[in-house]
C-alpha cells in the first residue's frame, strides 16, 4: 500500500469505510459531509479537532502526526503548554461553532453528535495538563408506573487517564445515593474537594481514581433533564474558574437535549440504585435485549434500547429491595 502523501490522503483512505466515517463523525462530533470536506479541502480542522483526530485514530498516529505537522505547525504545542490557570469562560469561538453546527443535525445525532463536540471540548479545557478527569452526562429516566423519576441513566461521557477515552460505555444508573443524583433532586450544583477525606461523604459514590468532583443539574426554563459530573484525580482542583466552567458546560449541554426530556422537579424522587459491580451483571447483555425487543415488538433501536433501560431499572430496583430486608 502506498504511503500517504498528506493528512488528508490519509484521512480519506480511513473514511472510505462508511462505518469508520461514521464513528469519526460521532467522536469528532461533527458531521460526515464535514469530514469529507476536510479531506477534499474545502475547509480546514480547527486545532481541537486535530487533537480529536489524532486520539481517534491511534493506530494511525505515527503516520498522521507529522502529516498534520506540515500543514498545523505547532498545533500540539499550544494544547500541550497552555498554562495551569484555567480560563473562566468558554471560547466565543466554540459557541459559535455550536450555533453553527445545530440547525444542520439530524434530530436523530443531536444529542450524540453536541454532546461529543462539548464534552471534548470541556475535556481539553478543564485538564490542559493531563492530569485525569471524568466528564459524565446524565439524563432523567423516563417516569416510573408511579409517574416518579427514579434514576438517572449514564447517557454520555469522556475521559482522560487514567479514565478510559469513552465513558458512555460504561452504561449505569445512577440513583439516590449519588452526587449527581443530590444535584438533580435539588436543582442546585454541589463539590466535593477532598472525597477520600471526607467522613461519610454523603452523597456517596467514590469512583476508583476519584479525589474531587463537582456536579451540576442540566437545566432549561426551570426543568431538568439530568446532571453533569466531572471528577478529578487531584483534590481540591475545582477553584472558582474551573467551577465556573462546569456550570457553563452544563448549561451549554441543555442544548443536546429535546424539550421532552426536560422535567418537573415535584416529578423527581430519586430511590437508591446497587452499585456499579452489581449492575454490570444486568447490562452485561444489554446489547442482545435490545435485539430481542425490536424483533418482537417491531421497535426502533432508540425505542427498544430505553425500554430494556426501563427493565433493568426495575430490575435493580427490587434487587435493592430484596437486598436491604433482614434475614
Not at 223 to 248: C, M, N, W
Request: aromatic share 8%; charged share 20%.
Amino acid at each position: 500500500m502506498q504511503k500517504p502523501r498528506t493528512w488528508r490522503e490519509l484521512l480519506g483512505s480511513v473514511i472510505a469505510d462508511a462505518q469508520e466515517r461514521q464513528r469519526l463523525a460521532r467522536e469528532l462530533g461533527v458531521s460526515m459531509v464535514t469530514l469529507l470536506r476536510w479531506v477534499s479541502g474545502e475547509s480546514k480542522p480547527r486545532a481541537h479537532n486535530l487533537r480529536g483526530l489524532l486520539a481517534a485514530l491511534p493506530q494511525q498516529r505515527s503516520l498522521l502526526l507529522p502529516l498534520l505537522e506540515e500543514e498545523f505547525e505547532g498545533f500540539l504545542v499550544g494544547a500541550k503548554e497552555e498554562p495551569q490557570v484555567v480560563a473562566d469562560a468558554i471560547p466565543a469561538e466554540f459557541y459559535r461553532q455550536i450555533h453553527h453546527t445545530l440547525p444542520y443535525l439530524p434530530v436523530m445525532l443531536r444529542f450524540s453528535s453536541l454532546s461529543n463536540l462539548i464534552l471534548q471540548q470541556a475535556l481539553e479545557q478543564l485538564d490542559p495538563s493531563q492530569l485525569g478527569i471524568a466528564i459524565i452526562v446524565t439524563s432523567c429516566m423516563p417516569p416510573s408506573l408511579d409517574q416518579r423519576i427514579r434514576s438517572l441513566r449514564v447517557r454520555a461521557g469522556k475521559g482522560t487517564s487514567p479514565w478510559p477515552r469513552d465513558l458512555a460505555q460504561q452504561a449505569i444508573l445512577l440513583g439516590a445515593e449519588s452526587l449527581t443524583g443530590h444535584v438533580v433532586s435539588s436543582g442546585h450544583m454541589e463539590m466535593n474537594q477532598r472525597l477520600s477525606e471526607a467522613v461519610n461523604a454523603a452523597p456517596g459514590y467514590q469512583d476508583a481514581w476519584e479525589e474531587s468532583a463537582v456536579a451540576v443539574p442540566i437545566m432549561l426554563c426551570g426543568k431538568i433533564a439530568g446532571s453533569l459530573l466531572v471528577s478529578s484525580t487531584q483534590p481540591d482542583y475545582f477553584h472558582s474558574a474551573r467551577y465556573a466552567l462546569v456550570e457553563s458546560y452544563a448549561e451549554l449541554l441543555a442544548l443536546a437535549f429535546d424539550p421532552e426530556d426536560f422535567y418537573d422537579s415535584q416529578l423527581i424522587a430519586l430511590w437508591p440504585v446497587p452499585p456499579r459491580e452489581v449492575q454490570i451483571q444486568y447490562f452485561s447483555d444489554f446489547q442482545q435485549r435490545v435485539a430481542r425487543v425490536m424483533l418482537q415488538f417491531n421497535l426502533t433501536i432508540v425505542q427498544a434500547e430505553l425500554q430494556v433501560w426501563q427493565q433493568i431499572e426495575q430490575e435493580l430496583f427490587h434487587w435493592h429491595t430484596e437486598s436491604s430486608q433482614p434475614g
